[in-house]
């Protein structure tokens, strides 16, 4: 008979940047570094303590929430870097690489929670993603994708080009 984790009994709420209130188990909340020291452990078993996150929106949160307690059920696998494929489904399991096939707004709202909150799992898996939308690509796809305006001159281009040739030759 397995022991029940005091953790997974114990509840917080994850206050949202719009105030919305969202429980999860403490075991799932101590995921993001942010969320474990800001924990009062004198705080009374049958209470819930209240930790605020203004930089987080509330379909941001829900969604990180969502990944922080998939990952404490199928822990994911950890990410080869450099990155093998530009398809997701080929570095994680099938189930991470559907939770972050997401806009790209979605995607990098995902990154600024992981990094504010401090969910190593959560920021690798995303950044790893932006990783794989430039896997392959020349400077101008790049751009397309990011919508990113090219700002150079030709001749500062062909500058930097010259500057970084090797990188093109690796």
């Known amino acids: 008979m397995s022991e029940t984790n ?3 009994i114990r509840t917080i709420h994850l206050v949202s940047q719009e105030g919305e209130s969202f429980d999860v188990p403490l075991s799932v909340g101590k995921m993001s570094d942010l969320v474990k020291t800001m924990i009062d452990d004198e705080q009374e078993e049958d ?3 209240e ?3 203004p930089n987080v929106k509330s379909a941001i949160l829900a969604k990180v929430i969502e990944f922080a ?3 404490k059920a199928e822990p994911m696998t950890e990410i080869e870097k450099p990155l093998k494929s530009a398809n997701m489904a080929e570095v994680v399991q099938e189930w991470y690489s559907t939770f972050v096939a997401v806009d790209q707004e979605v995607l990098f709202e995902l990154i600024l929670a992981a990094n504010y909150m401090d969910i190593k799992p959560l920021l690798d ?3 790893a ?3 794989s939308m430039i896997k392959g690509k020349s400077p101008e796809d790049i ?3 990011f919508n990113i305006v090219n700002d ?3 001749e500062e281009e062909a500058q930097v080009r010259e500057e970084n040739k090797w990188c093109e030759e690796a």
Request: with cysteine.
């Open 143 to 145: 751009r397309k994708t």
């Open 125 to 127: 898996l995303t950044c």
């Open 129 to 131: 993603t932006v990783a």
């Open 6 to 8: 005091p953790d997974d």
């Open 51 to 53: 930790i605020p996150l």
């Open 152 to 154: 150079f001159t030709p």
């Open 69 to 71: 307690q998939h990952y």
């Open 47 to 49: 209470e819930a303590q």
